[in-house]
């Protein structure tokens, strides 16, 4: 069964560095998205692309952060420079983009900033 | 903008006894609400789901129910088992957008 592939699964980095997260959905799933998990909280949007274009980030703090899907395949979120509140754990999810459209998340990424 | 709300953020149940999450939505555009399970370190995974045209979708177990008028749905687990322990969210979603806005999460503790 195929699933989303997501790199590192662990990162620990110190405030004011650059972080990258990977993220590869499901083959052929055109929307993909970017949430953030704090602790003891639902997912939360950050960004979602249809193909390589972004739909929706309205909640992505711009300032610091980044995200692409240059080809409309993989994706990469980056953080610079990291603060102690982006500690979290980062999930990507896919979902085929058309009907009724189910999410399948990746392992996700979780980020600790000292 | 959209809200989900989730309660109980805990829920403790003896194995083999029901139980019970409940969602609010706001908006009354929404129609599609799925439910995952994401064990300790592991990714958020779907185990049901039910669409804005049907008020009960039952799979095993688990079942969901719907009340658009109220604008609310629930998980119900039945002869709940340890493998059950884990968080559960809920989610709204209206078809087109394909966004889904979460609830706060529930975390179910089934007692051997």
């Known amino acids: 069964e195929a699933e989303v592939a997501q790199s590192p699964r662990y990162k620990i980095t110190e405030k004011s560095q650059a972080v990258a997260f990977w993220c590869d959905p499901i083959s052929g799933h055109a929307t993909l998205y970017w949430y953030r998990q704090i602790l003891g909280q639902g997912p939360e949007l950050l960004v979602q692309f249809q193909d390589e274009s972004v739909v929706d980030d309205s909640q992505l703090p711009k300032d610091r952060f980044s995200a692409e899907r240059l080809k409309g395949v993989d994706s990469t979120l980056k953080i610079q420079p990291a603060e102690l509140g982006d500690s979290a754990m980062y999930l990507c999810?896919?979902?085929?983009?058309?009907?009724?459209?189910?999410?399948?998340f990746g392992p996700g990424t979780r980020l600790t900033v000292l | 903008g959209e809200n989900v709300e989730q309660h109980p953020s805990t829920l403790s149940v003896q194995e083999g006894d029901s139980a019970v999450i409940k969602c609010t939505y706001s908006d009354s555009a929404s129609n599609y609400f799925p439910w995952y399970k994401q064990e300790l370190g592991k990714r958020p995974q779907l185990i049901i789901d039910i669409r804005s045209n049907v008020g009960e979708k039952k799979d095993q177990r688990i079942a969901v129910t719907l009340n658009k008028t109220a604008k609310h749905f629930s998980l119900h687990i039945t002869e709940t088992q340890p493998e059950d322990s884990a968080v559960y969210f809920c989610a709204a979603s209206t078809s087109g957008t394909y966004k889904y806005i979460f609830g706060t999460g529930t975390r179910l503790k089934v007692l051997a």
């Open positions: 999810a896919s979902s085929t983009g058309t009907g009724w459209d189910t999410q399948y």
